[in-house]
Protein backbone atom coordinates (compact mmCIF):
# COMPACT_ATOMS: atom_id res chain seq x y z
CA UNK A 1 0.00 0.00 0.00
CA UNK A 2 2.90 2.23 -0.18
CA UNK A 3 2.81 5.38 -2.78
CA UNK A 4 5.60 6.90 -0.95
CA UNK A 5 8.96 6.65 -3.17
CA UNK A 6 12.52 8.20 -1.99
CA UNK A 7 14.82 9.40 -4.26
CA UNK A 8 17.24 10.91 -2.08
CA UNK A 9 20.79 9.50 -1.09
CA UNK A 10 21.33 7.87 2.40
CA UNK A 11 22.37 10.14 4.59
CA UNK A 12 21.98 13.25 1.78
CA UNK A 13 20.38 16.20 4.29
CA UNK A 14 17.31 17.45 2.47
CA UNK A 15 16.72 21.44 4.08
CA UNK A 16 12.98 22.77 4.21
CA UNK A 17 12.09 26.00 5.23
CA UNK A 18 9.09 25.75 7.63
CA UNK A 19 7.17 28.71 8.75
CA UNK A 20 10.07 31.14 8.00
CA UNK A 21 12.93 28.99 9.21
CA UNK A 22 15.47 25.95 7.63
CA UNK A 23 15.15 22.48 9.33
CA UNK A 24 17.36 19.56 8.29
CA UNK A 25 15.94 16.09 7.42
CA UNK A 26 18.26 13.35 5.99
CA UNK A 27 16.43 9.56 4.55
CA UNK A 28 16.45 6.82 7.61
CA UNK A 29 17.03 3.78 5.49
CA UNK A 30 15.96 1.52 7.97
CA UNK A 31 12.55 2.90 7.38
CA UNK A 32 12.33 4.52 4.12
CA UNK A 33 11.47 7.36 5.63
CA UNK A 34 12.66 11.05 6.04
CA UNK A 35 12.74 12.33 9.43
CA UNK A 36 14.45 15.60 11.24
CA UNK A 37 18.21 15.32 11.73
CA UNK A 38 18.01 15.58 14.96
CA UNK A 39 15.40 12.39 15.56
CA UNK A 40 18.15 10.00 13.08
CA UNK A 41 20.81 10.54 15.61
CA UNK A 42 18.78 9.98 18.65
CA UNK A 43 15.29 8.13 20.00
CA UNK A 44 12.28 9.54 19.33
CA UNK A 45 8.63 9.76 18.74
CA UNK A 46 8.60 9.73 15.33
CA UNK A 47 11.32 6.72 14.67
CA UNK A 48 9.55 4.25 17.46
CA UNK A 49 6.39 5.30 15.63
CA UNK A 50 7.94 4.11 12.41
CA UNK A 51 8.77 0.94 14.16
CA UNK A 52 5.46 0.42 14.53
CA UNK A 53 4.89 -0.95 10.88
CA UNK A 54 1.54 -1.83 10.03
CA UNK A 55 -0.06 -0.99 13.35
CA UNK A 56 -2.86 1.41 12.87
CA UNK A 57 -6.10 0.16 10.53
CA UNK A 58 -6.42 2.96 7.70
CA UNK A 59 -8.91 1.81 6.03
CA UNK A 60 -12.07 3.02 7.12
CA UNK A 61 -10.30 6.78 6.98
CA UNK A 62 -7.57 6.84 4.27
CA UNK A 63 -9.13 6.38 0.78
CA UNK A 64 -12.53 8.13 1.56
CA UNK A 65 -11.85 11.09 2.81
CA UNK A 66 -11.15 13.94 1.15
CA UNK A 67 -8.28 15.66 3.20
CA UNK A 68 -4.60 14.22 2.69
CA UNK A 69 -4.33 10.81 3.57
CA UNK A 70 -0.99 11.37 5.68
CA UNK A 71 -2.27 14.34 6.95
CA UNK A 72 -5.55 12.44 9.02
CA UNK A 73 -3.35 9.56 10.02
CA UNK A 74 -1.19 12.82 11.95
CA UNK A 75 -3.50 14.96 13.09
CA UNK A 76 -6.39 12.53 13.93
CA UNK A 77 -5.32 9.61 14.90
CA UNK A 78 -1.78 10.28 16.09
CA UNK A 79 -2.36 13.63 17.39
CA UNK A 80 0.45 15.21 16.09
CA UNK A 81 0.82 18.35 14.25
CA UNK A 82 1.28 19.39 10.69
CA UNK A 83 3.91 21.99 9.38
CA UNK A 84 4.46 22.71 5.41
CA UNK A 85 8.00 22.37 4.43
CA UNK A 86 9.22 24.05 1.26
CA UNK A 87 12.09 22.38 -0.87
CA UNK A 88 15.12 24.38 -2.39
CA UNK A 89 12.79 23.61 -5.56
CA UNK A 90 9.87 25.34 -4.21
CA UNK A 91 7.62 21.84 -3.44
CA UNK A 92 5.54 21.99 -0.46
CA UNK A 93 5.52 18.67 1.73
CA UNK A 94 3.49 17.99 4.64
CA UNK A 95 5.57 17.64 8.24
CA UNK A 96 4.43 15.62 11.15
CA UNK A 97 5.61 16.92 14.21
CA UNK A 98 5.43 14.81 17.76
CA UNK A 99 5.30 16.69 21.45
CA UNK A 100 9.26 15.49 21.79
CA UNK A 101 9.40 17.84 18.20
CA UNK A 102 10.87 15.17 15.98
CA UNK A 103 9.44 15.22 12.77
CA UNK A 104 9.23 13.14 9.52
CA UNK A 105 7.93 13.61 5.82
CA UNK A 106 4.09 12.99 6.45
CA UNK A 107 3.85 10.50 3.06
CA UNK A 108 6.26 8.34 5.29
CA UNK A 109 3.72 7.72 7.72
CA UNK A 110 1.30 5.23 5.01
CA UNK A 111 3.73 2.26 6.39
CA UNK A 112 2.02 2.57 9.92
CA UNK A 113 -1.62 1.30 8.18
CA UNK A 114 -2.10 -2.48 7.82
Same mark, same amino acid.
Given at each position: ???????? =???????? *??AGK? =?? +??????YNA????????? /??????????KAS????? +?? +???? /?????????????? *???????? /??? =?????? +? *?? *?????????? /????
Amino acid at each position: MSYFFVKA =ESNKKIIY *NVAGKN =ET +FILNVSYNAIVSEKCNKN /RCQALSLLEKKASLDCSA +FL +FFND /RNPTNVICLDHLHA *NIKIGIDE /RGN =ETSICY +F *ND *NSSVIADSLV /RICK
